[in-house]
């Protein structure tokens, strides 16, 4: 090994490796911080998740679309009443799922119905008018 002193800056290094410890905040795996400043696990509403469902899938007419908005109003009043509580009650975004598929979904049922009406008195307007072009047999 060469003797390095003679060199301008060739001294030797020495390391010193320091600890750094970071302070993260409690945050529960949704982004909200339970009262305390515990960790808390949030939960949803399921009154959310259930006027999505029925405004998603449309199976009875009206009936489910009329259900699916009372879950969803229902829902959005008991998660605004948790948050003034401090408790963690998650799900508005569900409902308001909820609330937007189950309005679409009645105002195209109610569409139907009206089209299917318009379509029956025109055509039944249609017949009677035929009708006089029959000859009648006795």
């Given at each position: 090994?060469?003797?390095l002193?003679?060199?301008?800056?060739?001294r030797?290094?020495q390391?010193?490796?320091?600890?750094?410890?970071a302070?993260?905040?409690?945050?529960?795996?949704?982004?909200?911080?339970?009262?305390?400043?515990?960790l808390?696990?949030?939960?949803?509403?399921?009154?959310?998740v259930?006027?999505?469902i029925?405004?998603?899938?449309?199976?009875?007419?009206?009936?489910?679309q009329?259900?699916?908005?009372g879950?969803?109003?229902?829902?959005?009043?008991r998660?605004?009443?948790?948050?003034?509580?401090?408790?963690?009650?998650?799900?508005?975004?569900?409902?308001?799922?909820?609330?937007?598929?189950?309005?679409?979904?009645?105002?195209?049922?109610?569409?139907?119905f009206?089209?299917?009406?318009?379509?029956?008195?025109?055509?039944s307007?249609?017949?009677?008018?035929?009708?006089?072009?029959?000859?009648?047999?006795?």
């Amino acid at each position: 090994m060469s003797d390095l002193t003679h060199v301008p800056y060739a001294r030797p290094v020495q390391t010193t490796v320091t600890r750094v410890e970071a302070q993260l905040p409690l945050v529960s795996p949704v982004g909200v911080a339970a009262a305390g400043g515990t960790l808390g696990r949030c939960r949803t509403d399921g009154f959310a998740v259930a006027s999505a469902i029925c405004g998603m899938t449309a199976i009875i007419p009206f009936v489910s679309q009329v259900i699916g908005l009372g879950f969803a109003v229902v829902s959005l009043t008991r998660i605004r009443r948790a948050r003034r509580a401090g408790i963690g009650l998650v799900g508005a975004k569900w409902a308001a799922v909820g609330m937007i598929s189950s309005g679409f979904a009645l105002i195209c049922w109610v569409g139907i119905f009206v089209a299917m009406g318009l379509l029956n008195s025109s055509l039944s307007h249609s017949v009677d008018s035929l009708n006089v072009l029959l000859p009648v047999t006795p």
